[in-house]
């Protein structure tokens, strides 16, 4: 069973799934009514009295509930039945899910209604006898709802019993134990009991030829079916050297382009063969002359057939010859080949099993003869498994061994790679035993889900190659392609999107699946959150143009309005920061009411969180309110020239969170907004660049100090870029051991030259003491120091 629902459900994937119709309960039209009490008669149940007003038939419904509990308390329902029971339940779930948001609109005008009255408690008899009339309104108006909400619920909880009960019986089913397929009673009814169906089949074919009617019919329609069969035919096996010859063509055409039409052309090739397959069991069933269990074998056709057909473009894509694939993927030559024909044997094993399988499923047979017939199947596939499973390793072996001097392949992928063919042989072992000593579902669990999921992994590694070659086709550059982004979401997307393939690969039931995306479209409660994916999508998309809006704004602003202003470019950066803050806080405020999130349902998660967020944050909210403070009070403005914690330097931008400055030899320190707020800065620019400098010199002892001061005030006149009212002022500082200390203190226009006006005067005071013939106490000019 496990490897036909595997293949058949492989086969219908590829021929892009199959239509499936159920039957649903009919809804009882709705009615209009206004007045429950004067329209409807009071002694009917008031469940039928707000089914009518809503639309559904809640008698029905309790008699369908109670007649599934019943099924669900019996001992050991047949799969058959709970599987009906669990249709009927969804279709009666569907019908509910959108009358539980019945009368929301009204329902919160009648509440905002009695929020108005306000207290009632002492409140006038007028408002009091009003303030009932709503709430008896609004109890009616709830009502259909909460209605819907239990019936709902109910049908919910039934479909969760019945999930439960079917897959304790899958897994069950996977522990069941008969006698081994090699015990000697088994073995001759195994003899017996293939030689039956083989006569069986036989007899019941030469019967239906014989068969006058059958014949007779099959003349009337001999000219569709042969013409189908030949379609067919051609169609398996033409479309390959067509699609061959068309690529060398197009190879020709678009050289750049090889492996998109490549990929492009085995695509179409193995949906065409495909529809061949479709065409041909189509021409089988429409000739008219087969029995039971040659048509059962004949339905099995398009599952065996797509299992080849999806084998073989999965193993000539992974194994391709005419790519240069990326390292660990690179296999030489042989390795593709190789693995290339171990994948069409795969294919051609699990066909021939499924073929086998059905053959013993047209009657009633043991576990243990099914086992049986099963072993050499599994047998095989588990060898050639193997044989895959060590052809990979050693290809990743082979590979991590020459990255060591190469550094070209990702250690990561080798690694990965070696890991799957490793468990590929360890499966290949392991199944094979497990059958041998009985438990034959279990050992077809373990081995037909490895195949596949190696097959997934395959197809999914290479289709991640077609979107890059795409990527690199579009960009004209495999480099640019290489380091885009797109082809990582694109990768990242399709794993996604593989993840349900894979469950049920591995057992998941599709209505399994069907129920996790019920429970996502429903959403799920966070804290009092509904969060649904249309909620979060509304969500992402609101605050998505908010936030494009925002910059668009601030790009206006920056760009256009505030430059025409009287602004300096500290304030105007402030209030593009300001607008930018301010947009973000309007978008997420749009986006939480757009998507019907309700933020006060979180209040109580936030107050749980508050403690240790303001622990875990604290600094970070500092900074924060710091960076407010600054943008606003605008103490420290861009282009400043700041001194702050030893660190001095021009500012060059503020943020909500730090600011950075810019040092004097080009380098960048950010320092935490919340130090310049609480901490000593000197601003040596704020309102005017005018600042001070001082220049110190010594002198030898002897030295006339009237003189020495004379000529500090003359050098820093003489300066342009001093101011001179006030005029520089001169000092004698004291005396060392061997010098006389003197400054000079000045104005300059800008203190951003200050450090060149310094050096000016140091050298013009250098000059004239040499002028003067001022003598240090070794006899030479003194040098002033800075």
Known sequence: M???????????????????????????????ATDVATEVAPDLDPRIVYGIMSGI??????????????????????????????????????IFSPQRSQNVARIATVQAQITALGDTATAAPAIVARATELTAQLSALQAPARLADEAFAQADGLIAE?????????????????????????????????????????????????????????????????????????????????TRRLRVALGQRFPDADSVTGYLMALCRAVVQLLGVLLLTNALKES???????????????????????????????????????????FSPEVRQKGKHLTWELGWMMAGGLMLLELVSTSETPEAVRNAFSLPVVLMVAFTLFRFGRLIARAAQSETATAADTTAANPIWSFALRIVGQGAMALAVLAPAIMLIGFGQGAEWLLYPAVMTLVLLAALVAL??????????????????????????????????????????????????????????????????????????????????GLMLTRLVQAVMAGTVLPRTRLDRGGQTALVSGIRYLGLTAAALAAFSMAGLNLSSLAVVAGALSVGIGFGMQNIVQNFVSGIILLAGRAIRQGDWIEVGGVSGYVREISV?????????????????????????????????VG??????????????????????????????????PKPTVLMTGFAADTMNFEVKALVRDINAGGSVRSDITVEVARRFNAAGIQSRNGLAPLPVA
């Open 288 to 330: 008219g002359l087969f029995g039971y269990r040659a048509s059962i074998l004949i339905n099995a056709l398009p599952g065996a057939g797509g299992v080849i057909i999806m084998m073989n473009w999965v193993g000539g894509r992974f194994f391709t010859q005419a790519r240069a694939n990326p390292p660990p993927f690179d």
């Open 464 to 545: 991640q190659w077609f979107v890059f070659d795409v990527f690199a086709l579009i960009m004209h550059s495999r480099d640019v392609a290489q380091s885009s982004l797109w082809p990582v979401l694109v990768a990242i997307a399709l794993m996604v999107l593989s993840l349900p393939v894979l469950a049920l690969i591995w057992g998941a039931r599709v209505d399994d699946l069907g129920e996790l995306a019920a429970q996502l479209a429903e959403g799920f409660d966070i804290g009092g959150l509904q969060l649904s994916p249309m909620a979060v999508l509304t969500f992402i998309i609101v605050f998505g143009i």
């Open 57 to 94: 038939d809640y008698s029905a419904w309790a008699d369908r509930a109670a007649r599934v509990e019943a099924l669900v308390a019996l001992p050991s329902p047949s799969s058959f039945a709970l599987d009906r029971a669990r249709t009927d339940l969804v279709a009666w779930r569907d």
């Open 692 to 725: 001070r400098i001082t220049v110190a010199a010594t002198t030898a002892y002897g030295t006339d100090p009237v003189q020495v001061m004379e000529i500090l005030r003359a050098a820093a006149e003489s300066h342009p870029m001093v101011l001179l009212s």
């Open 2 to 32: 496990m490897l036909r629902h595997l293949i058949a459900g492989f086969a219908l994937l590829l021929a892009s799934g199959a239509a499936l119709a159920q039957e649903a309960p009919v809804a009882v039209p709705e009615e209009t």
């Open 162 to 242: 019945i999930d439960r009960l079917l897959r304790e019986r899958q897994n069950a089913a996977l522990m069941v134990r008969a006698l081994s397929p090699l015990s000697p009673s088994v073995l001759s009814q195994t003899y017996a009991e293939f030689t039956s169906r083989i006569s069986g089949l036989g007899a019941e074919v030469y019967a239906s030829v014989q068969n006058q009617n059958r014949l007779a019919a099959f003349a009337d329609r001999a000219g569709l079916v042969i013409l189908m069969l030949l379609g067919s035919l051609v169609m398996i096996f033409g479309i390959g050297p067509f």
């Open 657 to 689: 969170r730090s600011t950075r400055i810019e040092t004097f030899d080009r380098s960048d320190v950010i320092v935490p907004n919340a130090s310049l707020v609480a901490g000593q800065v000197v601003n040596w620019t704020r309102g005017n660049a």
